[in-house]
């Protein structure tokens, strides 16, 4: 173990230990100075892990000092240190916009305090190398996410949390029973050591069902088509900071435990998921972006941004090769921040209006900045050309293309035509929000100068995307090289020598049929 | 909008409240749940002692104790809590959190337990491990919880009206 062992923890115990920190009763300014604190450590940890783990180094770190197979272990490899830093900053932005919009209700019940433990169960769920962990993780993560979901108990908040929670706790029992099955069929939890055992019991059908059963629970995490029906619903009724990381990163979640799952654990039989993960990515990049088109509110749309967006990932994962899965890593960046970016320009374009409707008209006059950074993330969403997203979707696209099977190419059509649907769906955004001459009896509200700070630095961000495209692919293409060769990450995490699986005590011999 | 609604009757420390009286008022449920109540609170410490290299540990223990002080409750009405249970959680976590955070600190893997023998002529020789105080921290955490959602459904007032209720 190297002496770096201790930092694949570091983020989630540091946004632990600030949420319990701002469980003390505390004046706002210390509340907030010390989120701000705390989320900029995680931010500061997470780059540790991707320089850590640039050379292809995989960091492990027991708990409790157990061994791999036995103990629960934290793993960092390339992908795991990726998704912790790309949490990092969308985490930053939210606790930004939290910080720039008092709230005193939901601050007075720990609004920062339940933040800083969703930031934790994201974070552990990114770096656990287990998978009864990932469960606790996504717990954790879940339970902070119910209670910021009714925080504020509005009827629409209790509403749509109901459904959420509802949801997510069947699909969380889903998961419990999925981690049962797994154990029963190969007798371990660790993903390495899961991974070892499937491919020493080569294709087999019952690991496969575990894999399908997985792949439902992440897909219902991951709000795929038929299981997403919460989200479009859900997200909106949040508060607006609580609402950016939501669509940011939650979903991200879902979609990096099946990369994980699908890449590194479960690999005998990669034709069923993949052919079942095509499917449904190219159903709900279509429903999506046909909800976009559909809906007349500022944060509906973008919640059909964000369902489409996972619809590309899993289209890109369903392909299956190297090359896609590069695409989907470096799309995942460009999905979460310009996801962040979109949700911030919408909590000032909703402030400056009073409500929630797009069609306001000729904001353009009063908001030129926030109609530029939106002109630009909108043309990151849809994939055309000066943008990131352009360089993320024409490489899934040539991904699918390369791959050939019928259903790859088919999904590569829904592809082209769901970005074509959203172009529209954005520059109706557009049409009715910026363009066109203000209603003079319309107010214009002021909005805090710091929210639309937080809209221009995601926006900055999402610029970044174009110009160190260079640098996220580089990184995307180790990432996918790491992932193509699991027997690394195996290596990595269990040692070279076989595990050994030590005789009972007390002198009672194995039980062998 | 926080709906308004009715503010909850506190719990009565002895039980003059009309309104809070016994959920039940047999005399053999209140004399056998004193006994009753000390024997379940003893057998979870016990879980709880032993928990760390036994089968036991802070979370059934937790639940123990949550079930003798329910019952406490059915019997006579009052709370044998002196204190509100839900301020038991943000405690118990910040313990079985700090307990894994010593050894991160000191270098050595989180949740390290240290332990060590002691003897003492009335228990013999026994195992003291530091992952107690993680067991115990968990104990509040579960007794707090437990009790906080026990608790608030016993308060549940079925002709209580909420704003919008029409």
Same mark, same amino acid.
């Given at each position: 173990m190297s002496g770096l062992s201790w930092l694949p923890l570091a983020p989630f115990v540091t946004s632990l230990g600030f949420g319990l920190l701002l469980l003390w009763p505390a004046r706002r300014e210390v509340r907030v100075a010390l989120s701000l604190v705390g989320t900029l450590a995680t931010l500061a940890f997470a780059v540790g892990l991707l320089l850590a783990t640039a050379d292809g180094t995989v960091l492990v770190s027991a708990l409790g000092g157990w061994r791999a197979p036995f103990g629960i272990v934290l793993t960092a490899d390339r992908l795991a240190a990726w998704m912790s830093l790309l949490a990092a900053v969308s985490a930053l932005l939210t606790v930004w916009q939290a910080a720039a919009d008092p709230d005193p209700v939901r601050e007075k019940y720990h609004l920062f305090a339940l933040l800083q433990f969703l930031f934790a169960g994201v974070q552990l769920s990114f770096l656990t190398g287990d998978l009864f962990n990932l469960f606790v993780a996504f717990e954790v993560m879940l339970v902070a996410s119910y209670a910021l979901t009714v925080l504020g108990s509005t009827r629409e908040q209790l509403r749509e949390g109901f459904r959420y929670i509802v949801m997510n706790l069947a699909a969380s029992s889903l998961l419990v029973v999925a981690c049962g099955l797994a154990y029963g069929v %190969? $007798? !371990?939890?660790n993903f390495a050591h899961l991974a070892q055992r499937a491919a020493e019991l080569g294709p087999n059908a019952t690991v496969t069902s575990v894999g399908v059963l997985l792949l439902i629970v992440f897909a219902a995490k991951g709000a795929l *088509?038929? %299981?997403?029906?919460w989200l479009p619903g859900t997200y909106p009724a949040l508060p607006p900071a609580v609402g950016t990381f939501f669509a940011a990163v939650l979903t991200k979640v879902g979609v990096y435990a099946l990369l994980r799952v699908f890449t !590194?654990? *479960?690999?005998?039989?990669p034709g069923v998921t993949n052919t079942l993960l095509l499917g449904l990515g190219s159903v709900t990049m279509l429903y999506g972006a046909f909800g976009m088109a559909s809906q007349r509110e500022w944060r509906r749309i973008l919640s059909f941004t964000v369902v489409s967006s996972v619809g590309y990932l899993a289209f890109g994962l369903g392909i299956g090769t190297p090359e896609a899965v590069r695409a989907s890593v470096a799309y995942l960046a460009v999905s979460v921040l310009v996801t962040t970016a979109l949700f911030a320009i919408a909590t000032v374009a909703e402030r400056a209006t009073?409500?929630?409707?797009?069609?306001?008209? $000729?904001?353009l006059e009063f908001l030129p900045l926030l109609a530029a950074c939106f002109l630009l993330c909108a043309l990151t969403v849809a994939g055309l050309p000066p943008s990131g997203g352009f360089v993320a979707k024409y490489a899934l696209v040539r991904a699918g293309l390369s791959q050939g099977s019928p259903l790859a190419l088919l999904a590569v059509g829904s592809a082209l035509l769901s970005s074509l649907i959203t172009l529209y769906a954005m520059l109706n955004v557009w049409r009715g *929000? *910026?363009?066109?001459?203000?209603? !003079?009896w319309l107010p214009v509200y002021r909005v805090p100068r710091p929210l639309h700070a937080a809209a221009y630095t995601a926006s900055a961000l999402v610029a970044g995307l174009t110009l160190f495209a260079g640098p996220i692919f580089a990184q995307a293409d180790a990432t996918a090289a790491e992932l193509s060769t699991p027997q690394r990450y195996i290596r990595g995490v269990l040692g070279d020598e076989p595990v050994v699986i030590p005789p009972a005590p007390g002198g009672q011999p194995e039980a062998h049929p | 909008m926080t709906p308004r609604r009715k503010k909850p009757a506190p719990v009565p420390v002895?039980?003059?409240?009309?309104?809070?009286?016994?959920?039940t008022d047999d005399p053999i449920l209140r004399s056998v749940s004193r006994a009753v109540f000390a024997l379940i609170l003893l057998f979870a410490f016990l879980l709880l002692w032993r928990g760390h290299n036994a089968p036991g540990g802070g979370f059934i223990a937790g639940l123990m104790t949550v079930g003798a002080l329910i019952l406490h409750r059915i019997a006579t009405g009052t709370s044998a809590l002196r204190v509100d249970p839900l301020r038991l959680v943000p405690w118990g976590l910040a313990l079985a959190f700090l307990t894994g955070l010593v050894p991160y600190l000191l270098g050595r893997p989180f949740l390290k337990s240290a332990y060590g023998y002691i003897t003492t002529p009335l228990t013999g020789e026994f195992e003291w491990a530091s992952a107690l105080l993680f067991d115990f921290g968990v104990y509040l955490v579960v007794v707090g919880g437990g009790l906080a959602i026990a608790y608030a459904l016993t308060d549940v007032d079925p002709q209580e009206r909420v704003e919008g209720d029409e």
């Open positions: %190969l $007798g !371990t939890l *088509f038929p %299981l997403g029906f !590194t654990v *479960f690999t005998q039989e009073g409500t929630r409707l797009v069609r306001a008209r $000729g904001m *929000f *910026f363009w066109g001459k203000h209603p !003079t | 002895n039980g003059s409240s009309p309104t809070t009286a016994p959920l």
